[in-house]
């Protein structure tokens, strides 16, 4: 292990992120990652506050946690946590030194900065592509989002300029995906050849399957079926909901997640149109410490999500707690839910329509689909995504200064 330049025997790192991520349920990739270097590492966290807390969410005692809370005035409260990280951002670089400053897609800025104040490796992690997947949303949602949230993705579009120059100037890019990494280079003009791309994990152990959970119930028995996530129009619960009412199976279909007010209305007046209220259960959002159990009670482990680009770039973290879970999968089938599901073997993918979610439920309930046998290859999918391996993936690039790969050689015509 290498002296730290702060000073310690420790390599250290300050990870800045635009979100509180105490809670895995916000910010996934930085909450893990932080929590898993600050066994063998110094670490510091700069992040926002929001006035709900998630207790159970707390970082270890190892991790120095910088907080800063603006309120949560929309817009207003944004621009001033840019500001104000950004300036605590600089005077935490000038102080420790880190050995690495690790920013996201909201902080590159602030990031930037603390590693110039600092001499510091400039690492930035892209979970998204800046501002044009919140772009893509948008427009996926054909204009019931409310003005607020238009008017805040607009205002965060006008610091894209700054991102394409800043991102020639890292150390490294980590890209969740490839198809991450091959959009960005696209929307910013710029090089992401060299760029290393790590996936996201989860955390076996908390979504560890119970021995004595039943087998799968009969044909004649209610088969509950379970989504888990934001609730949005590209989510695609409509055609759940359709489905739910066109099926001659006795279904419950559980939603555990929080939307737009006006959005969740619209869903439950659906559902009541649609005559299936007793068969619908809106959990709201559920701690992300109680989705295990929720999933433990779940026959089916649903992800319906439309094909917009913001997805089929995106890795399907979802995917990964159902499957961890032992829970069976079905899927639509976009290349998100395929970088995880092999079809028949660890779970199930359909078109995308209220058609073809009654057939694979059939396929399931019928037993033609082995539903235990889909929840054991789930979970051992899960298992090979355990966030130990993955942060140590992300703790090369952070720490090693070996970890860039040559560029190819140009083939002579």
Known sequence: MSRSRGGGDRDSVLVVHHREISSPYSATVPHYLSRTLSAS??????????????????????????????????????????????????A???????????????????????????GSRFVVGLQSVPVRQKRDLSNAAHGRLPLRKRTRIAVKAKYAWAVGRLLDRTTEVVCLTDGIRETTELEY?????????????????????????EPARGPDDTWVVTYVGSIGPPRGLEHVLDAVAATDRDVEFRVAGG?????MASLRERARDLGIDDRVTWLGIVPHEEIPDVLADSDVAVSPLADIE??????????????????????????????????????LLYDGTAEGLVDTLDDVIDGEADAPALGRAGRATAEAHDW??????????????????PRATPVPA
């Open 388 to 405: 130990d391996a993955v942060v140590a993936e992300h703790e090369t690039v952070l720490f090693d200064r070996t970890v860039r790969r």
């Open 259 to 263: 939307g737009d007010d006006d959005y």
């Open 189 to 213: 003009g710029v090089d992401l050849s060299e760029a290393t791309v790590i996936g996201m994990g989860v955390d076996t152990d908390r979504f560890a399957v119970d021995a004595t959970r």
């Open 310 to 347: 913001s997805y089929r770039i995106s890795f399907p973290a979802k995917l990964l707690e159902y499957m961890a879970s032992g829970t069976p999968v079905v899927a639509t089938d976009i290349p998100a839910h395929r970088r995880l599901v092999e079809p028949g073997e660890n779970g």
């Open 92 to 118: 935490l670089g000038a102080r420790y030194r880190f050995d690495a400053v690790y920013a996201f897609q909201q902080t590159i800025i602030q990031g930037w900065l603390a590693a110039r104040a600092g």
């Open 41 to 90: 590492h110094t670490v510091h966290v700069l992040s926002r506050r929001f006035s709900d807390r998630d207790e159970d969410g707390e970082f270890p005692d190892d991790v120095v946690h910088h907080e800063v809370s603006t309120g949560e005035v929309p817009i207003v409260s944004g621009l001033l946590f840019l500001v104000a990280s950004t300036l605590y951002a600089v």
